[in-house]
């Protein structure tokens, strides 16, 4: 197991050698390693940093063109909400990898976004299974299931921070989202959301490591407000861009919640609303009613 100067996996370094050492084997169909750790692109001791050991078995997975990668855990599959803070929730069946993908980015934590990946380039189902109980179905993950249209579940994201970046100049001004954009880019951080008006645009981001620089840049440009301790609800499923009503079954679910922002149309997998951390139960359980009638 290596990674590059990228500190990504190197598929096809991990796919040669791992068929080098499988072959010393004939016969053998059992075969147990360790997941997490591994060499850096200078032979050095490292670790894979995101996703652990189920990062590792999807990685494997794909470098084999295996017929099925399982990743088992405590619970039994993905579930439609966040049973922590919500009592009626169930297993979902079947998912998309990107309706997966949306959901582990957006804070369901059975998996980390980026451990179904390596699985998804090569179309190998990924399924989470229940340890406890071997005989649940659990979650199956794959890109040929049956995407059936509507709303599927809810995930919540903490620790987002919010910045409203507002600017007379930014009226009929080309290249202003450039320049905020490339403040970002520069010091490596990630937006997740973002809206824009005529004299304004928000966003949030997840990482506060570069905050202030980025707020001194951006002040250079515009007037800058940011809020911390916000929350972002992600919620997914399969909604083609022809389908009607879906946005106003979330809106209607959260009636009762102040909404900061709200990202619709972006993908036909996701609607994403920005709120307060401190209402993050309270929207989990509105929608759970509003959604799947709990």
């Given at each position: 197991m290596?990674?590059?100067?990228?500190?990504?996996?190197?598929?096809?370094y991990i796919e040669t050698n791992i068929n080098t050492e499988l072959k010393k084997y004939p016969?053998?169909?059992?075969?147990?390693?360790?997941?997490?750790?591994?060499?850096?692109?200078?032979?050095?001791?490292?670790?894979?940093?995101?996703?652990?050991?189920?990062?590792?078995?999807s990685i494997i997975g794909a470098a084999l063109h295996a017929s099925e990668v399982q990743i088992w855990t405590d619970i039994d599959g993905m579930h439609n909400n966040d049973p922590r803070f919500v009592n009626k929730t169930h297993p979902i069946n079947e998912l998309s990898f990107d309706e997966a993908a949306e959901l582990a980015y957006f804070g369901a934590k059975i998996l980390h976004p980026t451990c179904i990946l390596p699985a998804q380039k090569r179309n190998i189902p990924v399924r989470l299974k229940n340890t406890m109980q071997p005989e649940a179905p659990g979650t199956l993950i794959a890109g040929n299931v049956s995407t059936s249209v509507g709303l599927k579940a809810v995930a919540a994201k903490d620790g987002i921070i919010a910045i409203n970046i507002k600017s007379d100049r930014m009226l009929l001004a080309h290249g202003f989202l450039r320049a905020v954009f490339e403040i970002f880019e520069r010091y490596k951080t990630s937006i997740d959301m973002?809206?824009?008006?005529?004299?304004?645009?928000?966003?949030?981001?997840?990482?506060?490591k570069h905050l202030k620089e980025i707020k001194?840049?951006?002040?250079?440009?515009?007037?800058?407000?940011?809020?911390e301790n916000q929350t972002i609800i992600c919620i997914v499923g399969s909604v083609p861009k022809d389908a009607a009503g879906y946005g106003y079954k979330v809106l209607e679910a959260l009636k009762d919640i102040p909404l900061r922002m709200v990202s619709y149309g972006g993908?036909?997998?996701?609607i994403s609303v920005l709120i307060d951390g401190k209402l993050k139960k309270d929207a989990l359980m509105a929608l759970n009613k509003g959604l799947f009638n709990y």
């Open positions: 290596r990674i590059d100067e990228n500190e990504e996996p190197d598929l096809k016969g053998e169909n059992l075969f147990i390693t360790q997941g997490y750790i591994c060499r850096n692109e200078f032979g050095e001791i490292d670790n894979l940093k995101r996703g652990g050991s189920d990062y590792t078995a973002i809206t824009t008006s005529e004299i304004a645009v928000s966003l949030t981001i997840d990482n506060p001194k840049e951006l002040e250079e440009i515009a007037n800058v407000l940011i809020e993908s036909p997998n996701n």
